[in-house]
Nanobody, 124 residues
Framework: DVQLVESGGGLVQPGESLRLSCVAS????????MMWVRQAPGKGFDFEWVGSISSSGGTTNYPDSVKGRFTISRDNAKNTLYLQMNSLKTEDSAVYFC???????????????WGPGTQVTVSS
């Protein structure tokens, strides 16, 4: 079975950093483009695409809201996806999901494979 399991979330203060990890199993991770998505509090199924990375790790893309602050990387030998988040803001508070990439910023929870998510709270 396909499994994606995120970890690394927590409570941090504005300006601090956090690194999320996502361990994948049940599919050929090294062949699949991946993405990070977040769901802010009270947003229901309104997910915000946070960025994507190609299967080789050679190409990444980010929305303007996180560009320059967030970095996606992957270790295909460890079947692990990462999200390094720097200069965190209160508006970055959300549940963060790793998922197989959908090739669009308008992501749908009904498509692809998703992990259960990890909570990130940025608060002073």
């Amino acid at each position: 079975d396909v499994q994606l399991v995120e970890s690394g979330g927590g409570l941090v203060q504005p300006g601090e950093s956090l690194r999320l990890s996502c361990v994948a199993s049940g599919f050929t991770f090294s062949s699949i483009d991946m993405m990070w998505v977040r769901q802010a509090p009270g947003k229901g199924f309104d997910f915000e695409w946070v960025g994507s990375i190609s299967s080789s790790g050679g190409t990444t893309n980010y929305p303007d809201s996180v560009k320059g602050r967030f970095t996606i990387s992957r270790d295909n030998a460890k079947n692990t996806l990462y999200l390094q988040m720097n200069s965190l803001k209160t508006e970055d508070s959300a549940v963060y999901f790793c998922a197989t990439d959908q090739g669009t910023a308008s992501v749908s929870y009904d498509s692809g494979y998703w992990g259960p998510g990890t909570q990130v709270t940025v608060s002073s």
